[in-house]
């Protein structure tokens, strides 16, 4: 058998991965893919390559408000080459009927589909979880430059 590259691996997962939209949000009616639905289909393809992933949070502090940072790691098993790619997500400073914990796992579920959907080049920009304002007006505006 050819030996792949780790560039190589990861091409072969991000063509052959299918990610179904698996949840539905009954409040706006659409249906999105979690963090939890990339990682249920891909798992079967880190080892057919023979690679791992390894996903962190660390938590930031930017003027005043806190984000999740999330890192997947791509490393193949036979050497220590390793892709990474990072997601962050801003936390709310309240949301209605969350605890501060709550809060923190949300804004870390976002984070980290970020970083699967940029590792696994996952294209949300037509997904409605990506476009909904849930019925509020937003103005698209960069806090910051990673």
């Known amino acids: 058998m050819e030996k792949r ?6 091409q072969g ?10 949840q539905t949000n009954k409040f706006g009616g659409y ?3 979690s963090a939890e639905d990339i990682l249920t289909a891909v798992k079967p393809l880190l080892t057919k390559y023979g690679v791992t992933l390894v996903i ?9 408000r806190v984000y999740v940072k999330a890192t997947a790691v791509l ?3 036979e050497s220590d080459y390793s892709i990474q790619v990072q997601g962050f997500a801003r936390e709310a400073e309240s949301r209605k009927g969350m605890d501060d914990s709550q809060i923190t796992g949300s804004a870390s579920s976002y984070a980290r589909k970020y970083a699967l959907n940029g590792l ?3 294209d949300d920009t037509k997904d409605a979880d990506a ?3 849930h019925g509020k007006k937003t103005q698209a505006k960069s806090d910051f430059d990673f």
Request: proline share 3%.
């Open 75 to 77: 490393a193949e098993s």
């Open 120 to 122: 696994f080049a996952i």
């Open 31 to 33: 249906t999105y893919r």
């Open 56 to 64: 962190s949070d660390d938590i930031v502090g930017v003027e005043g």
């Open 5 to 10: 590259t780790i560039h190589e691996k990861l």
């Open 13 to 22: 997962i991000q063509s052959s991965l299918k990610a179904p939209k698996g």
């Open 131 to 133: 476009t909904n304002d």
